[in-house]
């Protein structure tokens, strides 16, 4: 089940507002330009699918966002437990940074948490299956996989580089609490 947690920059063990309803979260995210939608697969997919098996899926959702927002590459990532550079993946955005191009994801499967830092607040989303995310570019932000990552998720793209995380040195990641993944 998705989660949003809002809390006060300098509040980290209290959160202001929980919900784990959808609408609501997208109501909560919106005040601040990040769009959250459900999706639903227009045909079952199989484990291990392939990212075209995965892309035919939800090409209707894809076409109308990639219309909408001018993407200009689709991929899937996947991410299991047993991959051997877990530590490095999850490590490699767990810090504050921003990005020069939207950041969209799309969870196919698995969870995995987006922690935003606007206007003095932090927005804790916890996305899982079907769970779509757009944060905006240049939205501080850090993304935590979790010690045993476990997801497929749908990435979207207007430029080649537009993923390179650009980081603050802002140490604020570390006051607020890591992602364990779900049970």
């Given amino acids: 089940m998705s989660r949003l947690r809002i809390f006060a920059e300098d509040a980290p063990q209290t959160p202001e507002l929980v919900t784990h309803d959808g609408d609501e979260i997208a109501r909560e995210l919106r005040k601040i330009g990040v769009a959250f939608e459900r999706w639903q697969a227009a045909q079952p997919i199989a484990a291990g699918a392939s ?48 990005h020069k191009e939207d950041e969209v994801r799309f969870f196919v499967a698995g969870s995995g948490l987006f922690t935003l830092h606007v206007d003095g607040r932090v927005y804790e989303i916890e996305c899982v299956k079907d769970d779509l995310i757009a944060v905006p570019d240049g939205t501080t932000h850090w993304f935590d996989m979790g010690p045993e990552p476990n997801f497929v998720a749908i990435r979207f793209f207007q430029q080649p580089d537009g993923w390179i995380g650009h980081f603050t040195g802002s140490d604020i990641a570390q006051h607020f609490p890591r992602y364990e993944g779900r049970d």
Avoid: C, M, W
């Fill in 51 to 98: 990212q075209d098996e995965v892309i035919a899926a939800y090409r209707a959702d894809i076409d109308r966002l990639v219309a909408e927002r001018g993407f200009t590459s689709v991929d899937v990532i996947s991410i299991a437990p047993d991959n051997p550079k877990k530590e490095e993946l999850r490590g490699k955005f767990l810090e504050e940074h921003f």
